[in-house]
């Protein structure tokens, strides 16, 4: 399988801009970009015990000015807009040191930006010599190739992987550490080896089972271990050999979860029942009154499933949103109807149509839990009853 003329599900050695030119236009779902962050140390830093931090020094994060990094971001940057589909997601991380450049070449490039994320790390590494704050935090941005482009975005199952509270923009992860961090002959096979939790919530949130999903930056292969961890195709770069081999390594012990494991359950939409077929069915007769919650308003069911008042008609929700004085309104939550007395609301109706006819065969219990409620079946369709006598 091949993206352009380069193997996918693959780690590519070689500078991202040469191999991101040969990837065709419109071909990726989601990019995550880890790009150098031009931190530009001046030599050794040194702990007050006089041992050495273990800081990114390395020449990968090394430019001639910031003129030259811009110049290097924007090249990048243009090939992943080109190459990204309009349905697809960007995301870039960095620190203080280049996020602001990047956010800003990001937006002249024509990306859309959705949110900024702020990766909040529990265990920085810290200040060592008491000049500034804590630095315990880098930032990335989630942006679409363009305003109107429509992506995607797994909100429900964020937000059960929130109990339940929607998922926010603050995320705490600690830094990698422990056997997670890649180690060659006892040393970090990688400076900035990115914890594998980032990228899950990255990857679950904004792709899909068999996207694909590129890293110009691959390093030591995070995005592409836990993209394929996660049933997604890949494709990555690192113009390092070393980081290249540490990567593949990485990927032989990595085993896709099982499909159905990884299907998005509970983002399944219920499909849409308008309200002409509670009509259809008899749910709801011609020439009956729908009345609000406290009864003091009604209005009349048309043949054209239109409802009037004295003095209007339209949709349930056009007539509802004038009566509440609103630019618009749900009418399955405004309207309800007389059922031996008591008032029942047409959502409960619309209910028991969806239970009866759209489980489609299959027995979703998830979206329609099996009702019982036979009471509120309609005895007749619309061609029987007499709508002048009701
Ligand atoms: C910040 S690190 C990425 C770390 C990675 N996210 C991880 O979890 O291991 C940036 C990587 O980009 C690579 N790199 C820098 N400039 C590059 C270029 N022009 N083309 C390809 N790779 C490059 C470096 O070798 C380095 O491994």
Known sequence: ????????????????????????????????????????????????????????????????????????????????????????????????????????????????????????????????????????????????????????????????????????????????????????????????????ELLLRIILSTSNPNDIVLDPFSGSGTTAAVAKRLGRRFIAFDREEFYVQVAKDRLENVKPIAKQLLEYKIETKKPKVPFANLIEKGYIKIGEYLYSKDGRISSQVNADSTISTDEITGSIHSVSATILKKSSSNGWGYWYVKRENKFISIDELRYEYETKYLKNGKQDNNLFPISNNTDLDPQENFLEYDSNAI
């Not at 801009?17 to 970009?33: E, G, H, T």
């Not at 811009?70 to 190459?83: L, S």
């Open 1 to 196: 399988m091949t993206l352009g003329k380069l193997n996918i599900n693959a780690i590519h050695l070689g500078d991202c801009i040469d191999l991101l030119k040969q990837v065709p236009d419109n071909s990726v779902d989601l990019i995550f970009a880890d790009p150098p962050y031009n931190l530009q140390l001046n030599g050794e830093l040194y702990r007050p015990n006089q041992t050495k931090v273990d800081a990114v020094n390395d020449a990968w994060d090394k430019f001639e000015s910031k003129e030259d990094y811009d110049v290097f971001t924007e090249a990048w940057m243009r090939e992943c807009h080109r190459i990204l589909k309009n349905t697809g997601s960007f995301w870039v991380i960095g620190t203080y040191h280049n996020i602001f450049r990047v956010g800003t070449i990001l937006q002249n490039t024509g990306f859309w930006i959705l949110n900024d994320v702020v990766w909040v790390k529990p265990n920085p590494m810290p200040n060592f010599k008491g000049t500034r704050f804590n630095n315990a935090h880098e930032t990335l941005i989630w942006a679409t190739k363009s305003k109107s482009s429509s992506y995607t975005f797994h909100y429900h199952s964020l937000k059960a992987m929130n109990d339940d509270l929607q998922m926010r923009s603050d995320w705490w992860i600690p830094i990698c550490q422990g056997t997670e961090r890649i180690k060659v002959n006892g040393q970090k096979a990688h400076s900035t080896q990115k914890p594998a």
